[in-house]
C-alpha cells in the first residue's frame, strides 16, 4: 500500500505543531536570529578588519608579491640583486590580475643630521611607478612626494625624523656600504616626512629615488626588489603560481606578503582561529537551544505521536515531520538573523564603527580605529554549512527518538 | 485475507505478557484464549489494573507478548515486523483510545482524510469520505473544528469516524467512553451498536462502563490476567513465573542492573516471587 501523504504533507504538518506552538517557536526564533546575527556580524567585523589589515600592510610597504634575486630575504646583501630586472619586467603588462608594479633597492645604512645619527632602511624607488604599488605617496604627512629626476630628495619616517631631530630641507647624510664593500656617504635634503601608521617602518625608513641611487651604489640596472600590486588580495596565490612557473628557482625567490612579515601571518592565523571558536561557541549554542526545545516539544505530543503510529503512520514519516520542524525553525531565524546582520553590515559599511577611542591597541598592527564590517563568501558559506550541520544535528536526533517511541507507553499518557 | 464466510476475526491462544518494573517481572496476562466472530460487538470488562488496555494493545499489534498468539484475520501478528504491522494496522484495525485520540493541529474532518491518505487515496476523496462518516456519527456540521473546538463527545465521535473511514475488519476501543459522562457515553455505545449492526463491523470494546456492559452482544471478564467467567470465581492455579515472565525477555537496561548487582536484585526477585505464588 503506497501512501499518498507527500512530503508535503508533513512539512503542512510541521508548519502547523510550529504555529500551534507559537510562543514557544517565537522564543526559539529569537534564539536563533539573535544567535545567527551575533555570528554573522561577527566574522563580518573580523573580515572587515582582516581586509584593512591586509589592505594597510600591503599598501604601506610590501606590495602583494615580491620578486628578489635568491637568498636576498634572508642576507639582505646587496651582491643578492637582480641584475637584469627588464627580464621579469616584460611580464607584467601581460597578466591583468597585475594592476601596478615597481623596482626598488633595499639596504641597511645610517642618517646624520648635525651630529645626530640613526640606523635606518635606506630604500630607493621610482617616484612614479611607486605609486601605482602602495600608498606611500599619499602617506606624506608634511613636504612632498619624491619627485622624478631630483636624485638629492630624502623622505623619512616620522620617527626617524623626530629621533634625528630633522626640519624639511634639512642636509641628512646618508651612509652605507656598495655591493663591493666599499664604504659611502652622501649628502641629501629632507624633503618629506611619512607616517605609515607602521612602527617598523615609520622607525627606519629613508625613501630616495631609483636612479639617483643606482649611481650612488654603482649597480648600473639592478635592483633588489620587484614589488608587485594585484587587483585583489585573493589573486595573489594565482599570480605566485604564475611566476613561479616563468621564474627559475635557482635565481629568484618568490614572496607571496604573508611571508615577508611572518608576525603578520601569525596574526591572521590566529585571527582565522578565533573565528572558528565563535563560529564554533555559537553554533553549540543555538544547537543547545533547539536540541531543548525539539526535545520538550517530542516528550509533549509522545501521546498524539504515539496515537499517529497506532492509527498506521509508519515511523520514518513521523521522522520527517519532526526533521522538517527542526530543520524550518532552525532555517528560518538563521536567515532571519542573517538578514538582520547583512542590514547592519550595510549600514555599517560606509561608515564603520568608530574606536578612535581605543585605539592605541590597534595602531600597531597596520589597522585603522575605524572598523568596516565586510561579509565574505568564505564566511558566509562557514556560517550557511555549520547552521546545515547543527539543523540537522539539533533535528535527527529527537526525531530519531521519536521512531523509538514505545508506542502502547505513550498511549498510557493520559 | 479472508473471506467473508470465515467468522473469526481474532483468535488468541495461550497468551502471556510480563511487565518488568525495574528487576521485578509482573506478570499483566496470564494465558489468555480468545475467539471474536465476525460481527460481534464484544466488551472487555474488568477491575482497573485487570489487563485490558495490554490485551487491546496486544491484538491491535501494539504491543509485543511473552509468549502465545494473537491472530488476527488469521495472520498471527506477534510474528510481523514493525513495518508490517503499521501497513496491517492500517488496513484492518480501527482504534479509538480513551481521549486525546486526534491530531491536534488538524480540523475533524482532517484528522479522518489523514488515515484515508495514509491508504493511498487522494486528498479530495479523503475529505469527501471524512465527510460522510462524520454526517454518520451525527457531526457533520462539526468538521471545520479543530479538535480544542469540540466536545470530549464529539471528540470521541471523530475518533470513532475516523476508525470507520479506513474500512476495517475490526475495532478496538480502549474505554471509549472514559472520559465522557455518562449520557454523553451512553449516546456514543449507542452510536457504536448500531454501526456495528449496520455496518457489520466487529467491535472489542474494553470497559467498566455498566452502560457499555448492558450493549454488549458478549461481555468477558478479565481478572488479573486471566479470563473469567464469573467476578467471584476461585482464583486460577498460579502460572509459572519462568513461563509468563521468562529473563531473556527483561530489557537490556534491567539486565545490565542486574549484572552489575546481582545479589539485591536476586534476593528481591525471589520476595516477589514467594509472596506471588503462595
Ligand atoms: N509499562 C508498564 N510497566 C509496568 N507495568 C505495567 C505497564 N503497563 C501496564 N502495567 C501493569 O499491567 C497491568 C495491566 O495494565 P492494563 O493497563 O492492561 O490494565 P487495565 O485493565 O487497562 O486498567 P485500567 O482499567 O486502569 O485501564 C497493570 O497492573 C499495570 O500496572
Ligand atoms: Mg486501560
Known amino acids: 500500500m503506497v501512501s499518498r501523504l507527500g512530503i508535503l504533507t508533513y512539512v ?58 635568491k637568498g636576498f630575504e634572508a642576507s639582505q646583501n646587496l651582491r643578492d640583486n637582480i641584475a637584469d630586472p627588464d627580464a621579469i619586467s616584460r611580464y607584467m603588462d601581460t597578466y591583468p590580475e597585475i594592476i601596478g608594479w615597481t623596482q626598488r633597492i633595499r639596504t641597511s645604512g645610517l642618517a646624520s643630521v648635525s651630529g645626530s645619527s640613526t640606523g635606518v632602511q635606506i630604500m630607493a624607488t621610482d617616484p612614479e611607478q611607486e605609486t601605482w604599488v602602495t600608498s606611500m605617496d599619499q602617506n606624506v604627512k608634511t613636504g612632498v612626494w619624491l619627485r622624478p629626476g631630483m636624485n638629492k630628495d630624502l623622505l623619512l619616517g616620522k620617527t626617524v625624523a623626530q629621533n634625528l631631530g630633522a626640519k624639511l630641507s634639512d ?36 625613501l630616495i629615488s631609483l636612479d639617483g641611487a643606482q649611481q650612488w651604489l654603482q ?21 605566485y603560481r604564475l611566476f613561479v612557473q616563468q621564474l627559475s628557482e635557482q635565481v629568484y625567490e618568490i614572496m607571496p606578503w604573508q611571508e615577508l612579515d611572518p608576525m603578520v601571518r601569525q596574526w591572521l592565523e590566529f585571527s582565522d582561529a578565533y573565528g572558528l571558536i565563535i563560529l564554533f561557541v555559537v553554533i553549540l549554542l543555538v544547537l543547545t537551544e533547539i536540541l531543548n526545545t525539539m526535545l520538550i516539544s517530542l516528550h509533549e505530543r509522545q501521546k498524539e505521536l504515539g496515537v499517529m503510529i497506532a492509527i498506521g503512520t509508519q515511523p520514518h514519516r513521523i521522522f520527517l515531520m ?44 597596520y589597522m585603522d580605529p575605524v572598523i568596516h564590517p565586510q561579509l565574505t563568501r568564505d564566511s558566509a558559506l562557514k556560517i550557511l554549512l555549520a547552521t546545515l550541520v547543527a539543523a540537522l544535528l539539533a533535528g535527527i536526533y529527537p526525531a530519531w527518538k521519536a521512531t523509538r517511541l514505545s508506542v502502547s507507553q505513550a498511549l498510557r499518557i493520559q | ?151 470530549g463527545g464529539q471528540q470521541q465521535r471523530v475518533a470513532v469516524a475516523r476508525a470507520l473511514a479506513t474500512e476495517p475488519k475490526i475495532i478496538l476501543a480502549d474505554e471509549p467512553t472514559a472520559n ?27 470497559s467498566h462502563d455498566p452502560d457499555v456492559k448492558q450493549a454488549a452482544s458478549r461481555l468477558i471478564k478479565l481478572s488479573d490476567g486471566f479470563i473469567v467467567n464469573s467476578w467471584d470465581e476461585e482464583t486460577k492455579p498460579p502460572v509459572s513465573l519462568a513461563v509468563t515472565c521468562p529473563i531473556r525477555n527483561r530489557p537490556f537496561g534491567e539486565r545490565l542492573r542486574h549484572f552489575f548487582k546481582p545479589h539485591r536484585t536476586a534476593d528481591q526477585q525471589k520476595k516477589q516471587g514467594t509472596s506471588r505464588h503462595s
Request: charged share 20%.
Open chain 1, 219 to 239: 649597480m648600473q640596472q639592478a635592483v633588489t626588489d620587484i614589488v608587485i600590486r594585484a587587483d585583489h588580495h585573493d589573486q595573489t596565490d594565482t599570480l
Open chain 2, 180 to 206: 465522557l459522562d455518562s449520557t454523553t457515553g451512553r449516546h456514543l455505545i449507542e452510536l457504536m451498536q448500531r454501526l456495528n449492526q449496520s455496518l457489520g463491523t466487529t467491535f472489542l470494546i474494553s
Open chain 1, 322 to 365: 519532526l526533521l522538517f520542524e527542526a530543520v524550518l525553525l532552525i532555517f528560518v531565524g538563521a536567515v532571519l538573523g542573517y538578514l538582520i546582520a547583512l542590514l547592519v553590515v550595510m549600514l555599517l559599511a560606509d561608515s564603520g564603527i568608530d574606536l578612535t577611542d581605543y585605539a592605541n591597541a590597534f595602531e600597531f598592527f
Open chain 1, 171 to 206: 642636509r641628512v647624510i646618508l651612509m652605507t656600504q656598495r655591493p663591493s664593500g666599499e664604504m659611502i656617504s652622501e649628502v641629501y635634503y629632507l624633503r618629506g616626512i611619512i607616517e605609515t601608521g607602521a612602527p617598523q617602518i615609520d622607525r627606519t625608513l629613508a
Open chain 1, 12 to 69: 503542512a504538518l510541521a508548519v502547523r505543531n510550529l504555529i500551534r506552538n507559537r510562543r514557544r517557536t517565537t522564543i526559539t526564533l529569537l534564539t536563533m536570529m539573535f544567535g545567527i546575527a551575533t555570528l554573522t556580524l561577527l566574522s563580518a567585523l573580523n573580515d572587515g578588519w582582516l581586509s584593512q589589515m591586509k589592505t594597510n600592510f600591503i599598501l604601506s610597504f610590501t606590495g602583494h608579491l615580491q620578486i628578489h634575486a
Open chain 2, 1 to 151: 485475507m479472508l473471506e467473508d464466510n470465515q467468522s473469526t476475526i481474532i483468535q488468541i491462544q495461550d497468551l502471556h505478557k510480563c511487565y518488568w518494573v525495574g528487576t521485578m517481572p509482573y506478570p499483566a496476562l496470564n494465558g489468555i484464549d480468545l475467539e471474536i466472530h465476525k460481527g460481534e460487538f464484544v466488551v472487555l470488562a474488568g477491575r482497573s489494573g485487570s489487563g485490558k488496555s495490554t490485551l487491546l494493545n496486544i491484538a491491535g499489534g501494539l504491543e509485543s507478548a511473552d509468549r502465545g498468539e494473537a491472530r488476527i484475520l488469521g495472520e498471527d501478528i506477534l510474528k510481523m515486523g514493525n513495518s508490517q504491522r503499521t501497513g496491517f494496522r492500517l488496513a484492518n484495525i480501527g482504534f479509538v483510545f480513551q481521549a486525546y485520540n486526534l491530531i491536534r493541529v488538524l480540523s475533524a474532518r482532517e484528522n479522518v482524510a489523514y488515515v484515508c491518505q495514509l491508504q493511498g487515496k487522494s486528498k479530495q476523496e479523503s475529505l469527501e469520505i471524512a465527510n460522510h462518516w462524520l454526517h454518520e456519527v451525527e457531526i457533520g456540521h462539526l468538521g471545520y473544528r479543530r479538535p480544542d473546538q469540540l466536545s
